[in-house]
């Protein structure tokens, strides 16, 4: 057996590394209000740079309303991006998100027990992008659109 090598898969980790703020756009759903919040997202590489972290808080009316652990990495064999997603609404993945990119944007779908999620973060011309869709009723909606700038205060 020979130990892994970090891959040109892993290199693309390092463009979200930091902090990143900005407005979200919320939509009304079973499990979110409609209205407009603020985000703040925190990656950092670990395990070497094998792997990315991913933090989430976003605070609707100056309180957390969502709070999400991630943490993506790139699977070889099945030559896709993965994310094991963790959130304050309980419902932990059955199995980690497949994500690939599609131009500048990471995109994964799973598959949850209520429900499917896709997260999609889109990094175009020094600003992060972040929406979050799932399924109700069959149907996809956008729970979450945010669009964040790096936080140089760290």
Aim: net charge negative.
């Amino acid at each position: 057996m020979k130990k892994p090598e970090l891959t040109d898969k892993h290199n693309r980790f390092e463009a979200f590394v930091g902090r990143w703020k900005g407005p979200e756009t919320l939509s009304e759903t079973p499990l979110t209000p409609d209205g407009k919040a603020d985000g703040c997202l925190f990656f950092r590489t670990i395990l070497q740079g094998f792997f990315m972290t991913v933090d989430w808080v976003e605070k609707f009316h100056g309180r957390t309303q969502m709070e999400a652990h991630g943490v993506i990495g790139w699977d070889a064999k099945q030559k896709s991006y993965t994310l094991h997603w963790f959130d304050n609404f309980g419902s932990p993945p059955l199995t980690p998100g497949k994500g690939t990119w599609n131009g500048h944007a990471l995109v994964f779908e799973h598959d949850m027990p209520t429900h499917q999620g896709r997260e999609t973060l889109t990094l175009d011309d020094g600003k992060l992008a972040f929406k979050l869709e799932m399924t109700f009723e069959g149907q996809w909606k956008t729970v979450v659109d945010g669009t964040y700038q790096r936080d140089m205060a760290l």
